[in-house]
T-cell receptor
Framework: GQQLNQSPQSMFIQEGEDVSMNCTSSSIFNTWLWYKQDPGEGPVLLIALYKAGELTSNGRLTAQFGITRKDSFLNISASIPSDVGIYFC?????????????FGKGTKLSVKP | DTAVSQTPKYLVTQMGNDKSIKCEQNLGHDTMYWYKQDSKKFLKIMFSYNNKELIINETVPNRFSPKSPDKAHLNLHINSLELGDSAVYFCACKPYWGTNKETQYFGPGTRLLVL
């Protein structure tokens, strides 16, 4: 079945540093989504990508939909303490009739002030 | 107003009990889901409903029974709770049509602990 491989698993960075994480798949996705989960909360959508090659920004966040449609990356520039959380990539499961999401295993980000 | 709400936020109960979790969305979306997040934070689909009709039922024990009284609500009833049911359960919804029809919106989660 479809799987998403997300890396790195965790990151420990200094405030002000830039962060990059990515997601790859052996199969094609037509949509890539990036979510952030704060401790004790549900995943919140950060960026949605719908077209191969698309580069989209949301404040200090930038995400790209890979040309091959098998990968995506998320960059965070000038990290701040509130960026702490778990970042998930996700894509629709085309094997399911209603497109439930398949999630990567998450990248846990820790930011040291 | 909260787009997707769940109650309760925390649920601590004894093994063998029956419990329900409720979800409501005010986004007018047609499709609703239940996901389970394990202790390693892995999110996995359990059920999907579209317009009150069950569409997806992953390999979930039949002790779990979803019910959708109307398009805005999807509840999850769990019978004979087991220790392994301890997890965080998330409700989500998405529109059926439109350019963002793959984008799902999540509730805050229900943290279930079975003792």
């Amino acid at each position: 079945g479809q799987q998403l491989n997300q890396s790195p698993q965790s990151m420990f960075i200094q405030e002000g540093e830039d962060v990059s994480m990515n997601c790859t798949s052996s199969s094609i996705f037509n949509t890539w989504l990036w979510y952030k989960q704060d401790p004790g909360e549900g995943p919140v959508l950060l960026i949605a990508l719908y077209k191969a090659g698309e580069l989209t920004s949301n404040g200090r966040l930038t995400a790209q939909f890979g040309i091959t449609r098998k990968d995506s990356f998320l960059n965070i520039s000038a990290s701040i303490p509130s960026d702490v959380g778990i970042y998930f990539c996700a894509g629709p499961n085309y094997g399911g009739s209603q497109g439930n999401l398949i999630f990567g295993k998450g990248t846990k980000l820790s930011v040291k002030p | 107003d909260t787009a997707v709400s769940q109650t309760p936020k925390y649920l601590v109960t004894q093994m063998g009990n029956d419990k329900s979790i409720k979800c409501e969305q005010n986004l007018g979306h047609d499709t609703m889901y239940w996901y389970k997040q394990d202790s390693k934070k892995f999110l996995k689909i359990m059920f999907s409903y579209n317009n009150k009709e069950l569409i997806i039922n992953e390999t979930v024990p039949n002790r779990f029974s979803p019910k959708s009284p109307d398009k805005a609500h999807l509840n999850l009833h769990i019978n004979s709770l087991e220790l392994g049911d301890s997890a965080v359960y998330f409700c989500a919804c998405k529109p059926y049509w439109g350019t963002n029809k793959e984008t799902q919106y999540f509730g805050p989660g229900t943290r279930l602990l079975v003792l």
